[in-house]
């Protein structure tokens, strides 16, 4: 969704801020804008599309400055143009505003600042709040709780604002001052020597400062080059904690790969190494989590666990319910976070509440989340950016530990996921009827699963001819049964999001229900035939389409014999534990996606219309 920075120190603002923008370009952007205060009035420098033409423009203007904001816009209320793009100038000239969210009764505070005589040159809420801070300005000479002046009118314009909101604000009157604040969009605070940064995500910062503060929903912060005072709404004080960020900007960098999307996919061994450091009990028997912040007795009470999430972390906690099923026997139940928020779904006394999500802030999960905690459930999350929202407002949970995720296409983030519930579910099954040396024996495989990545991982160049040779398809399908169901949903969600083609996953044995109908020469079928107890039934779904003249690729195991001439392309993965299976079967369908996507031309890290984190509902 739309990125926001804001910079006050000594060093040129333009470049930093025009810096943080491409790094948060991956967040999914339409057009950005940079606005600098220049002898008493604002610059502002805004354009359509990447930050590059908002960096040309900035330059052609000749903008200047140790002081300014900058905003990459992913557009809600109006179109797509020069004049919707953030930062917005009130119609007296005295506020510049960015923001992230969605204002739902700015409708009627325009009509107020109609009457009021301020005038609008966009189609866009953000205007509408920009303008009322500038009311609020002009009305409140003098504080009355030893605010500046400008805080107060922010504070005041935020009492009689529904929506959410992340804002960066800057006032004629105030140079060298930032007012910010949030409810429902990330801001983070970055503290550096003689210099001060807000931003909506840490990499726009790290490269700066690792000493961050994350602002809360409700509270307003006051920054200068050397100073920064956070109160609330109703104007309490809040004694800030600065936390330390822990990885570089150089996690954060493409280092020799073309895309952000490939170094994540060959990451994903050390990423799994990360996800899985220091978390099996010392006697090798089971799995170890710090911060679930439940005992193991309130854990062996449980008899349901419920998931919740979007997109393809939903995919991960549909495995992670199959083998919590299979190896702990508590029914798990998993819904899209934003069904679930509106569903009322039944939950029971002794339910657990988990929600999976790598960025912490998609707003859906959030909101899931919090209707579980209203109905007096715990809530555990399972989560990639420390800090983030869901992190906080969750009674506990699992850092998945994978470092920056950059790619929109999700990809290590979703194995470190595939991994953690796959612990869990050791977890939960040795608190039940698993015993110690079946505990033993699948510590051992989860340990190994790095190597069996990085052994997939050999598959590369051969999966990419492959890809030569389906590129031009326009629809594919991904069948795949028991746990690797949700993995062939994935396959069809990373080929879709990432290349456009059409593609949809079933399991397997449903194709013939209905998307056979969709088979033809056409119509290329990516199927995982593992060499397990199904094995012989898979062959005979892809006995069904070969029948009908579809393509197949087959993903199959070291030890799957598959009758001769059956696939038109086969991959080979090695053969592991059922518990790490998903998690190498997902290897393959991330580099098919991949490097179909690179041979079609795509924007493979920033694919149209997508958001790496999706903070509107
Ligand atoms: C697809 C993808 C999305 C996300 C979804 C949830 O590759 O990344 O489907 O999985 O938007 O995002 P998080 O996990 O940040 O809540």
């Given at each position: 969704?739309?990125?926001?920075?804001g910079?006050?120190?000594?060093?040129?603002a333009v470049?930093l801020i025009?810096?943080?923008?491409?790094?948060?370009?991956?967040?999914?952007?339409?057009s950005?804008?940079?606005?600098?205060l220049?002898?008493?009035?604002?610059?502002?420098?805004k354009?359509?599309?990447?930050?590059?033409?908002?960096?040309?423009?900035?330059?052609?203007?000749?903008?200047s400055?140790?002081?300014?904001?900058?905003?990459?816009?992913?557009?809600?209320?109006?179109?797509?143009?020069?004049?919707n793009?953030?930062p917005?100038?009130?119609?007296d000239?005295?506020?510049?505003?960015i923001?992230?969210?969605?204002?739902?009764?700015?409708?009627?505070?325009?009509?107020?600042?109609?009457?009021?005589?301020?005038?609008?040159?966009?189609?866009?809420?953000?205007?509408?709040?920009c303008?009322?801070?500038?009311?609020?300005?002009?009305?409140?000479?003098?504080?009355?709780n030893?605010?500046s002046?400008?805080?107060?009118?922010?504070r005041k314009?935020?009492?009689?604002?529904?929506?959410?909101?992340?804002?960066v604000?800057?006032?004629?009157d105030?140079p060298?001052e930032?007012?910010?604040?949030r409810?429902g969009?990330?801001?983070?605070?970055?503290?550096?020597d003689g210099?001060s940064l807000?931003?909506?995500?840490v990499?726009?910062?790290?490269?700066?400062?690792?000493s961050?503060?994350?602002?809360?929903?409700?509270?307003?912060?006051?920054?200068?080059?050397n100073?920064f005072?956070?109160?609330?709404l109703?104007a309490?004080?809040?004694?800030?904690?600065v936390?330390?960020?822990?990885w570089?900007i150089?996690?954060?960098?493409?280092?020799?790969?073309?895309?952000?999307?490939?170094?994540?996919?060959?990451?994903?061994p050390?990423?799994?190494?990360?996800?899985?450091?220091g978390?099996?009990s010392?006697?090798?028997?089971?799995?170890?989590?710090?911060?679930?912040?439940?005992?193991?007795?309130?854990?062996?009470?449980?008899d349901?666990?419920?998931?919740c999430a979007?997109?393809?972390a939903?995919h991960?906690?549909?495995?992670?319910?199959h083998l919590?099923?299979r190896?702990a026997r508590?029914?798990?139940?998993?819904?899209?976070?934003?069904e679930?928020?509106?569903r009322?779904t039944?939950?029971?006394?002794?339910?657990?509440?988990?929600?999976?999500?790598q960025?912490?802030?998609t707003?859906d999960t959030?909101?899931?989340?919090?209707?579980?905690?209203?109905?007096?459930y715990?809530?555990?999350?399972?989560?990639?950016?420390?800090?983030?929202?869901?992190?906080r407002?969750?009674?506990g949970?699992?850092?998945q530990?994978?470092?920056?995720?950059?790619?929109?296409?999700?990809?290590?983030?979703?194995?470190?996921?595939?991994?953690?519930?796959a612990?869990?579910?050791?977890?939960?099954?040795?608190?039940?009827?698993?015993?110690?040396?079946?505990?033993?024996?699948?510590v051992?495989?989860?340990?190994?699963?790095?190597?069996?990545?990085?052994?997939?991982?050999?598959?590369?160049?051969?999966?990419?001819?492959?890809?030569?040779?389906?590129?031009?398809?326009?629809?594919?399908?991904?069948?795949g049964?028991?746990?690797l169901?949700?993995?062939?949903?994935?396959?069809?969600?990373?080929?879709?999001?990432?290349?456009?083609?059409?593609a949809?996953g079933?399991?397997?044995?449903?194709?013939?229900?209905?998307?056979?109908?969709l088979?033809?020469?056409?119509?290329?079928?990516?199927?995982f035939?593992?060499?397990?107890?199904?094995f012989?039934?898979?062959?005979?779904?892809?006995?069904?389409?070969?029948?009908?003249?579809?393509?197949?690729?087959?993903?199959?195991?070291?030890k799957?014999?598959?009758?001769?001439?059956?696939?038109?392309?086969?991959?080979?993965?090695?053969?592991c534990h059922?518990?790490?299976?998903?998690?190498?079967?997902?290897?393959?369908?991330?580099?098919?996606?991949y490097?179909?996507?690179?041979?079609?031309?795509?924007?493979?890290?920033?694919?149209?219309?997508?958001?790496?984190?999706?903070?509107?509902?």
């Amino acid at each position: 969704m739309c990125g926001i920075v804001g910079y006050v120190g000594k060093q040129k603002a333009v470049p930093l801020i025009i810096e943080g923008l491409k790094r948060l370009e991956y967040r999914g952007y339409d057009s950005a804008g940079v606005a600098v205060l220049h002898n008493g009035a604002f610059e502002v420098a805004k354009k359509i599309g990447r930050v590059t033409n908002v960096e040309l423009q900035a330059a052609k203007q000749k903008l200047s400055g140790t002081y300014g904001i900058g905003h990459t816009r992913w557009a809600t209320h109006g179109g797509v143009t020069d004049e919707n793009a953030h930062p917005h100038v009130s119609s007296d000239g005295r506020i510049a505003l960015i923001h992230n969210g969605v204002i739902e009764n700015y409708a009627q505070i325009k009509r107020f600042l109609l009457s009021k005589n301020y005038t609008f040159k966009s189609e866009t809420d953000t205007e509408v709040l920009c303008n009322l801070v500038a009311y609020h300005y002009a009305k409140e000479p003098v504080a009355t709780n030893g605010d500046s002046r400008f805080v107060e009118s922010v504070r005041k314009t935020l009492r009689h604002t529904e929506g959410t909101y992340g804002i960066v604000i800057m006032a004629t009157d105030a140079p060298g001052e930032l007012v910010t604040a949030r409810k429902g969009s990330p801001l983070i605070l970055g503290l550096g020597d003689g210099e001060s940064l807000v931003a909506s995500d840490v990499s726009a910062i790290v490269s700066r400062t690792q000493s961050v503060v994350y602002l809360k929903d409700g509270e307003i912060a006051h920054l200068t080059a050397n100073s920064f005072a956070i109160t609330t709404l109703d104007a309490g004080t809040v004694e800030p904690v600065v936390d330390k960020v822990t990885w570089s900007i150089t996690d954060a960098d493409m280092g020799s790969h073309s895309h952000f999307m490939e170094k994540e996919i060959f990451e994903q061994p050390t990423a799994l190494e990360n996800a899985m450091r220091g978390r099996f009990s010392e006697d090798g028997s089971t799995a170890n989590f710090g911060g679930l912040n439940i005992s193991a007795n309130e854990f062996r009470g449980v008899d349901r666990l419920m998931f919740c999430a979007c997109g393809t972390a939903l995919h991960a906690c549909m495995v992670t319910e199959h083998l919590i099923e299979r190896f702990a026997r508590i029914p798990v139940e998993c819904d899209y976070a934003s069904e679930f928020r509106y569903r009322n779904t039944p939950l029971f006394r002794n339910s657990l509440f988990f929600v999976m999500s790598q960025s912490g802030e998609t707003i859906d999960t959030l909101a899931a989340l919090r209707e579980a905690k209203r109905k007096g459930y715990k809530v555990l999350a399972i989560n990639n950016v420390v800090g983030s929202t869901i992190a906080r407002e969750a009674d506990g949970g699992i850092y998945q530990h994978v470092g920056p995720e950059v790619g929109v296409a999700s990809t290590k983030a979703f194995t470190s996921q595939l991994l953690i519930g796959a612990m869990l579910a050791l977890y939960l099954a040795r608190m039940r009827d698993m015993s110690f040396s079946d505990g033993t024996q699948m510590v051992q495989a989860l340990k190994g699963t790095p190597d069996l990545v990085r052994k997939a991982l050999l598959q590369a160049p051969h999966i990419q001819n492959i890809a030569k040779r389906y590129a031009k398809a326009t629809d594919m399908l991904f069948l795949g049964r028991l746990s690797l169901f949700p993995i062939a949903l994935e396959g069809a969600l990373k080929l879709k999001e990432i290349s456009y083609i059409h593609a949809e996953g079933y399991p397997a044995a449903e194709m013939k229900h209905g998307p056979i109908a969709l088979i033809s020469e056409q119509c290329p079928s990516v199927f995982f035939a593992p060499n397990n107890e199904i094995f012989n039934k898979v062959v005979s779904s892809m006995q069904e389409i070969k029948a009908r003249k579809g393509p197949i690729i087959a993903i199959i195991t070291e030890k799957a014999e598959l009758p001769a001439g059956l696939a038109d392309e086969v991959i080979v993965i090695p053969e592991c534990h059922e518990a790490v299976l998903p998690i190498v079967a997902s290897i393959p369908v991330q580099l098919l996606s991949y490097y179909i996507a690179v041979e079609r031309g795509c924007d493979v890290d920033k694919p149209r219309n997508l958001a790496k984190s999706v903070t509107v509902e």
